[in-house]
């Protein structure tokens, strides 16, 4: 952090962490005015001539951190104006003593001037090219190349041993209810959900089982099948394909790829148009972290 960074810190923190005891600047009580309501123009407060504007206030507020941006309106923005005053009394001081001369200030003044138009100009274009009609229509392209795969719902009853298993099939053959046997017999932890597994895809379950219940109709109950966790009695409940996600399951996806296609787009085509000349000098890179910005 640079040594004015560290110095306007000093200044801002103390400040907003100091919030609702702050801002005890006299204020002059104007002479009645016709009521105008407030624009960015508005002027708040003028410091030797300089004017603090609402505008300066809205755009403060907007560059803090977010567990600052939380305070009350009512909170924030006596604490603001007085930062505002604070940094402006600051500013000017600098400013007569020369340090506005230094070269990495115009620079890094050229840089934010540079980023915001940037982030600006590249919202707007976002906001007009994700809209929705586009996010349909990429929707409609992203599911026309999806396939539909089989779906399973099965039910299924886990004991230790195959003769338990045998016995459970005999059971059922003799009428018994598959979801209450699950609930008085199972060990595993569907059992007192009647044994249900909900849906599932191909190899989702452990092969032994995934194949045991590709191979059933539906309503069929399988012999037992042993897999690493005990013995198995299967049910297959229902199948159907899997049905494809919805709008608003990918609306999110699908919106971050239309905004990243459309800026590089954007910055493709602003290239093409642009002329551009780098000059090839071989510059060490680590001359970044060792020459002074705001230094003579």
Same mark, same amino acid.
């Given at each position: 952090? /640079?040594?004015?960074?560290? =110095?306007?810190?000093?200044?801002?923190?103390?400040?907003?962490?100091?919030?609702?005891?702050?801002?005890? /600047? /006299?204020?002059?009580?104007?002479?009645?005015?016709?009521?105008?309501?407030?624009?960015?123009?508005?002027?708040?407060?003028?410091?030797?001539?300089?004017?603090?504007?609402?505008?300066? #206030?809205?755009?403060?507020?907007?560059?803090?951190?977010?567990?600052?941006?939380?305070?009350?309106?009512? #909170?924030?923005?006596?604490?603001?104006?007085?930062?505002?005053?604070? %940094?402006?009394?600051?500013?000017?001081?600098?400013? &007569?003593?020369?340090?506005?001369?230094?070269?990495?200030?115009?620079?890094?003044?050229?840089?934010?001037?540079?980023?915001?138009?940037?982030?600006?100009?590249?919202?707007?274009?976002? !906001?007009? &090219? #994700?809209? !929705?009609?586009?996010?349909?229509?990429?929707?409609?392209?992203?599911?026309?190349?999806?396939?539909? /795969?089989?779906?399973?719902?099965?039910?299924?009853?886990?004991?230790?041993?195959?003769?338990?298993?045998?016995?459970?099939?005999?059971?059922?053959?003799?009428?018994?209810?598959?979801?209450?046997? =699950?609930?008085?017999?199972?060990?595993?932890?569907?059992?007192?959900?009647?044994?249900?597994?909900?849906?599932?895809?191909?190899?989702?379950? #452990?092969?032994?089982?995934?194949?045991?219940? %590709?191979?059933?109709?539906?309503?069929?109950?399988?012999?037992?099948?042993?897999?690493?966790?005990?013995?198995?009695?299967?049910?297959?409940? !229902?199948?159907?394909? =899997?049905?494809?996600?919805?709008?608003?399951?990918?609306?999110?996806?699908?919106?971050?790829?239309?905004?990243?296609?459309?800026?590089?787009?954007?910055?493709?085509?602003?290239?093409? =148009? &642009?002329?551009?000349?780098?000059?090839?000098?071989?510059?060490?890179?680590?001359?970044?972290?060792?020459?002074?910005?705001?230094?003579?």
């Amino acid at each position: 952090m /640079t040594h004015l960074a560290k =110095a306007f810190g000093a200044v801002c923190l103390p400040m907003l962490t100091a919030l609702p005891l702050y801002a005890q /600047t /006299t204020t002059e009580t104007p002479a009645e005015t016709p009521v105008q309501a407030p624009s960015l123009a508005t002027v708040l407060a003028t410091v030797n001539g300089t004017d603090i504007t609402l505008g300066h #206030v809205v755009s403060l507020r907007g560059s803090l951190p977010e567990q600052y941006r939380q305070f009350p309106a009512e #909170v924030l923005y006596p604490g603001l104006i007085d930062q505002l005053i604070d %940094q402006t009394l600051l500013a000017n001081k600098a400013e &007569a003593d020369g340090l506005a001369a230094l070269p990495g200030v115009t620079q890094t003044l050229e840089n934010e001037r540079r980023g915001l138009l940037a982030n600006l100009g590249l919202e707007a274009l976002l !906001d007009a &090219a #994700v809209t !929705d009609e586009a996010l349909q229509a990429a929707y409609e392209e992203a599911i026309s190349g999806m396939e539909q /795969t089989e779906e399973f719902n099965a039910s299924h009853i886990l004991v230790e041993t195959e003769e338990e298993a045998n016995a459970l099939v005999t059971r059922l053959e003799n009428g018994a209810d598959f979801a209450a046997l =699950a609930r008085e017999a199972s060990i595993g932890p569907s059992g007192p959900n009647g044994g249900n597994l909900g849906w599932f895809g191909p190899g989702q379950m #452990v092969p032994t089982f995934d194949a045991t219940v %590709q191979a059933l109709t539906v309503g069929e109950i399988s012999a037992p099948v042993e897999t690493q966790f005990g013995w198995h009695v299967v049910i297959l409940n !229902d199948q159907r394909l =899997a049905p494809l996600p919805t709008l608003a399951e990918l609306s999110g996806q699908l919106g971050d790829q239309l905004r990243q296609q459309t800026v590089r787009n954007e910055i493709e085509s602003l290239r093409d =148009a &642009a002329e551009i000349t780098e000059t090839a000098l071989d510059v060490d890179p680590s001359i970044l972290l060792a020459l002074p910005l705001y230094q003579e």
